[in-house]
């Protein structure tokens, strides 16, 4: 039988980085998480309801631009 370590995969990773995370990192973590589901969302009922799908998906860079800061926030932190 193997054992696994607990950075073997990816939830074991969040995991550990996680629990390095700062009370305020949390908290940024934890808003940032619920700000981007909102915001993604109401920008697909948006782009559903319009009936314009496809023109408005030419916007997508506007739509990933906050989702990918946000990820880059922590990336630093990850190759640490």
């Known amino acids: 039988m ?3 370590r607990e950075d073997d995969t990816l939830q074991g990773i969040l995991r550990i980085f996680y629990r390095k995370l ?5 908290i940024l973590l934890y808003t940032y998480l619920i700000d981007m589901t909102g915001y993604t969302f ?3 009922i948006y782009l559903l309801v319009s009936g314009r799908f ?3 998906v030419a916007s997508l860079a506007l739509i ?3 989702i990918i800061s946000g990820i880059t926030m922590y990336i630093p932190f990850l190759l640490s």
Do not use: D, H, S, W
């Open 64 to 66: 990933l631009f906050p």
């Open 54 to 56: 496809v023109t408005n």
């Open 42 to 44: 109401l920008l697909t």
């Open 22 to 26: 700062q009370f305020t990192e949390k």
């Open 2 to 4: 193997v054992t696994r």
